[in-house]
């Protein structure tokens, strides 16, 4: 069965850190590109970061220089760091496997983070 499980979310205080994880099962990561994005009530999901088969990697403007998106091929994971983070960072944060086509992208159930003093 294909499936994206993701872990690590909590509650964070302003300036902390939260390492999320992803792990994938029912197919190999290393034939895809993957995603994190997050969710407020009310608001689109929102595309945080994203990396390559070949581990190039993308940032929203609002992440760059706080969240690092990586992949361990070997264990089937992709991790997010987020450090430094900030109120408005409080969110569902989803893995997605990226196909280009809403049929074939796979997404995880979500993690809640919520960065609160």
């Known amino acids: 069965q294909v499936q994206l499980v993701e872990s690590g979310g909590g509650l964070v205080q302003p300036g902390g850190s939260l390492r999320l994880s992803c792990e994938a099962s029912?197919?190999?990561?290393?034939?895809?590109?993957m995603s994190w994005y997050r969710e407020v009530p009310g608001k689109e999901r929102e595309l945080v970061a994203s990396?390559?088969?070949?581990?190039?990697?993308n940032y929203a403007g609002s992440v760059k220089g706080r969240f690092t998106i990586s992949r361990d091929n070997d264990k089937n994971t992709v991790a997010l760091q987020m450090d430094a983070l900030r109120s408005e960072d409080t969110a569902v944060y989803y893995c997605?496997?990226?196909?280009?086509?809403?049929?074939?992208?796979?997404w995880g159930q979500g993690t809640q983070v919520t960065v609160s003093s």
């Open positions: 997605k496997r990226v196909t280009g086509s809403p049929v074939y992208d796979v």
């Open positions: 990396i390559s088969k070949t581990g190039t990697t």
């Open positions: 029912g197919f190999s990561l290393r034939d895809y590109s």
